[in-house]
């Protein structure tokens, strides 16, 4: 949990600008009550991503850097979506979400027919992982979460 103090009326920039208390300010200070108010939030660090929303990646390939926008839905561990690419909008299928391990698998028809298992990792709003052919060697893929 983190905890943040934030003072009220004005006391922050009073300390700021503190000299040494006289006597009478001491015996004042004494009778009053200085109020300050905490917030606890929920710590983000270690908790899980959610894949929901829409992603815009590149997977790197031997034929270049070839962008994909996915439009995916998380519910209960399930990821379903779709991937659009070249023109083309595929579904994505058989999605599973393992805490930020993201997998699912996708067949295009362009450039060429072609099955992939898609392998990812969330970390914020970003991720991270491989697009596997099946008789290809995997290719990276790297993307963001779009901007709201």
């Not at 270690?46 to 894949?51: R, T, V």
């Amino acid at each position: 949990m983190n905890t943040t103090v934030s003072p009220v009326g004005g006391l922050a920039e009073d300390l700021a600008h503190a000299r040494p208390f006289r006597r009478s300010e001491r015996r004042a200070l004494n009778r009053t009550c200085a109020v300050s108010v905490v917030f606890i939030t929920e710590e983000a660090e270690g908790a899980q991503m959610s894949a929901t929303g829409i992603w815009n990646a590149h997977i790197i390939s031997p034929m270049g850097k070839n962008p994909v926008r996915f439009e995916l839905v998380e519910n209960d561990g399930i990821i379903t979506g779709s991937a659009t690419a070249e023109g083309e909008t595929v579904p994505v299928v058989n999605g599973k979400a393992d805490g930020d391990d993201l997998i699912w698998e996708m067949s295009i028809t362009k450039p060429m027919k072609m099955s992939f298992v898609m392998k990812l990792h969330i970390d914020g709003d970003t991720w991270a992982g491989t697009a596997k052919p099946k008789f290809f060697p995997a290719s990276q893929v790297i993307g963001e979460r779009a901007a709201s």
